[in-house]
């Protein structure tokens, strides 16, 4: 049996649950025995026995959960009871301009989706809502930005349809939007349409337009004058709404350069404090617009311009806001200081609107103007800093809204400042420019800017190096000029693949090869232009072809030049290029070993109708020809044709190397009399032959003598490599007929010039046996030994990295056994 407690236990237990003074006289004092004495008896009899507590334990479970359905009951009654929100409680909320409560209540609604079926009309509300907001926004970009989120409403609003008597004002908020989201173009158009389905538009609808056409890149000032006309004949305006009227009016009839009209609405305006800044500046305006008429440096232009700054600072002084016409004023008390030619007056004005004003409209303006000036005065370093700080204040295009610089007007500026930094050949800054361009240009144009900077900057090196005195400074100079022409061609031909699909990608391609070409890239040349070829059947395809035929021509492939060059000579026989593409294809046929076909190419340039002597093909044509003819072994006519050559053309490049061909023609051709005089079996024809050798051989040595006074008397000796060779071998081949003619004396003192300038160089060692063999003739053997010796100290002086064989025929241990065998003679 279970134990139960005693009475005197729960006494105890209640007595010490009890307060220790109870308030007798209370309610609660007088119940709590009895509910104490109720509780303690259920206690006592359900201890005494398990299944009373059983009981008691299910009675309470049963209580507890009634307890809990009847709140819950009562929980759903009240629910049910809330009143339904609806789709016209929004459009009420959005009447009474309660604007929270209507988005609330829409976003209520989309919580049932089963319910939701006007979606036109719940994108309605909410794109409304948020152009309401959008006014309340504390910035110009915040603005924007909320009128666009109202746009993308109402624009889907709009298709999805919402009630007639809405269609109205959806119209209208949907235009504002737009114009206020800077895209007045399309707010324009939605704006047009409103006003042709009224028969009596309000006054806003006139007022948006015109602020619209004013806002566009392109401002259409005869559209925002005329929809204005409207609001300044209109009666029903207030006083200020007139005024402001006036003021706009007043704005646009000045960029219109209407300045007598905008003289009679200036002085239509009320004298009111509150305008008075604003007809002040509008007062200096026109006189700086009536300045700019005026001859320059004129006493009328001085009076003009002292009058604007009068009114500019008079409406500095009446701006007590220190806000926009504030601004506006510094801004023209610049351009004023700009017409006085006091530029760094202008200057320090426009650097202290930069400073104070941050990224406003005006500061933008200023800055502008400031780098402008400071490019004009020669100071190209800081006007790109205040070109790229006008470019980083711009930021986004779709952001831009400028009523004294439209966009339009601010891309124009900034290209004639990258065309300024071109002509004054400040190329760095015009390519850093360009460089940040990208968020206002399109990548077409920024990519067309930089290949034009670059064929502009390699033309200027070009230039440079064709009046450069010093050799390495001309080879550095051309090597620049022909870096900025590949990066040109790599321009261009990017641009051709942004623009395949427009009319000018053939040109792009065009421009691309033509710049490779300039710069020396013929793989890249031929490239472009086989993808040229591809493209374009008609247009500069004879060219094309030409050049196309010279990259191969570089390039070493022969075969492919040819067939571009006969192709272009077959099918286009009447085009200019024709008589290029003959010298280029004679090359090519000479590479062949195909003399014959180069010949016949050559003299038909030559002797042809078509082409006159003065012209470069004719020029190169007859000094090929000559160079063929020499190495041909056909001297007589190599001399000849070169002689007529350098006659024609004395300043040509290919001159002096052509009368160094005439020294070796005749030099050469002194060989065979030599030969048949040796062999001759009869007096008078070894007599004959001799005659004829040395009639050669002095005229080699008259040339060889000529070409060397034209280098060193020219101050060219030091120019290239090919002029440096020419002058040292005119002193060993006039050694070499000086020899022949027997005149030992002078061919030795010929060679030993060599042995003078060129003693760090390995072919002094050539010049070294050379006099040694002439002392050898003279008889001086002592001479000789001595000369082969001083040839041995060279030898050991000159450094073990030296390639001997790039100047000489035998490497440095030939050169040792030579000199050591010849010291034993």
């Known amino acids: 049996m279970a134990l139960r407690p005693s009475r005197l236990v729960w006494r105890s237990i209640v007595s010490d649950a009890k307060p220790t003074t109870p308030d007798k006289s209370s309610p609660e004092a007088i119940a709590a025995p009895g509910v104490r004495t109720r509780i303690a008896n259920q206690l006592n009899w359900s201890g005494g026995s398990r299944l009373r507590k059983i009981i008691l334990g299910s009675l309470t479970a049963i209580g507890l959960a009634g307890l809990f359905a009847f709140w819950s009951y009562l929980g759903h009654v009240t629910v049910v009871d809330v009143p339904v929100v609806t789709l016209d409680v929004a459009w009420q909320a959005l009447d009474q301009r309660k604007f929270e409560e209507a988005r609330n209540v829409i976003s209520e609604i989309q919580r049932n989706p089963s319910g939701l079926t006007d979606f036109g009309s719940y994108l309605y509300i909410l794109g409304a809502v948020k152009s309401y907001q959008a006014d309340k926004e504390w910035s110009d970009d915040r603005k924007r930005a909320t009128h666009l989120i109202a746009a993308r409403y109402l624009q889907k609003a709009r298709e999805l349809g919402v009630p007639e008597q809405r269609e109205g004002e959806l119209i209208y908020l949907l235009g504002q939007s737009l114009v206020y989201g800077n895209q007045p173009q399309e707010g324009i158009a939605i704006l047009q349409e409103s006003l042709q389905t009224l028969s009596d538009p309000p006054v806003q609808l006139r007022r948006l337009l015109t602020e619209a056409y004013l806002n566009l890149p392109n401002p259409k000032l005869a559209k925002a004058l005329e929809q204005n006309r409207y609001l300044v004949s209109d009666e029903s305006l207030s006083d200020s709404e007139r005024d402001d009227a006036l003021l706009t009016h007043s704005q646009i009839l000045l960029q219109l350069g209407k300045l007598e009209e905008a003289t009679t609405f200036i002085n239509s305006l009320d004298n009111n404090k509150v305008y008075q800044a604003a007809k002040d500046t ?122 004294l610089l439209p966009f339009a007007q601010l891309r124009k500026m900034l290209l004639q400042a990258h065309s300024r930094f071109v002509e004054d050949r400040n190329f760095e800054q015009a390519m850093a420019l360009v460089e940040h361009f990208a968020s206002l240009f399109d990548p077409t144009t920024v990519t067309e800017l930089r290949g034009i900077t670059h064929v502009a900057w390699g033309e200027a090196n070009l230039e440079e190096a064709s009046k450069a005195q010093r050799r390495h400074s001309t080879e550095s100079l051309q090597t620049e000029g022909r870096y900025h022409f590949r990066s040109a061609g790599r321009a261009f031909q990017t641009l051709a693949e942004m623009r395949f699909a427009t009319v000018q990608f053939t040109d792009d391609l065009w421009a691309a090869a033509e710049n490779y070409y300039r710069g020396h890239s013929y793989t890249q040349t031929a490239l472009v232009l086989d993808e040229y070829l591809h493209h374009e059947a008609r247009t500069r395809r004879a060219l094309a072809l030409l050049r196309y035929g010279q990259s191969q021509l570089a390039v070493g492939k022969m075969k492919e030049a040819v067939a571009a060059l006969e192709e272009c000579i077959e099918m286009h026989p009447r085009d200019a290029s024709v008589y290029a593409a003959r010298v280029a294809c004679a090359q090519a046929f000479l590479a062949l070993d195909q003399p014959e076909k180069a010949e016949a190419l050559l003299v038909s340039n030559i002797t042809g109708d078509t082409l006159r002597p003065e012209s470069p093909e004719w020029r190169e044509s007859l000094f090929l020809l000559g160079t063929h003819l020499h190495e041909s072994g056909e001297y007589a006519e190599s001399i000849k044709v070169l002689e007529e050559a350098v006659a024609r053309y004395p300043t040509a490049p290919q001159a002096l190397l052509a009368r160094y061909t005439i020294a070796r023609s005749f030099h050469s051709a002194a060989e065979q009399p030599a030969k048949k005089a040796r062999l001759a079996k009869t007096e008078n024809e070894r007599q004959k032959n001799r005659k004829i050798r040395d009639h050669n051989l002095e005229s080699a040595l008259e040339n060889y003598q000529d070409v060397q006074r034209r280098i060193t008397l020219g101050g060219h000796a030091d120019e290239s490599l090919m002029t440096k060779a020419l002058l040292r071998n005119c002193y060993m081949m006039q050694g070499s007929v000086l020899f022949q003619l027997r005149r030992y004396e002078d061919a030795r003192k010929a ?45 050991e002086r000159l450094p073990g990295t030296v390639n001997f064989k790039e100047s000489t025929n035998f490497s440095r241990q030939q050169w040792e056994l030579l000199l050591d065998e010849m010291a034993q003679w």
């Open 282 to 403: 509008l007062l200096g305006r026109l006189a700086l617009a009536q300045a700019r008429t005026a001859k320059p440096n004129s006493a009328e232009r001085t009076a003009l311009v002292d009058s604007a700054l009068k009114d500019f600072r008079e409406a500095l002084r009446q701006d007590t806001l220190h806000g926009r016409v504030r601004r506006q004023a510094m801004v023209f008390i610049g351009e004023c200081y700009e017409l006085k030619n006091d530029y760094p007056a202008a200057i320090a004005e426009y650097d202290n609107i930069g400073n104070s004003f941050g990224d406003t409209s005006e500061s933008i303006v200023a800055t502008l103007s400031k780098a402008r000036l400071l490019q004009q005065t020669g100071r190209p370093d800081k006007a790109l800093v205040a070109y790229r700080s006008v470019l980083e204040s711009v930021g986004e295009p779709v952001t831009y809204v400028n009523p």
């Open 751 to 795: 060679y030993a010039n060599i042995s003078t300038l060129y003693q760090h160089e390995p072919f002094v060692l050539e010049s070294f046996v050379h006099i040694a063999n002439c002392w050898h003739r003279l008889n001086q053997p002592l001479n000789a030994r001595q000369t082969i010796a001083q040839a041995k100290l060279v030898l």
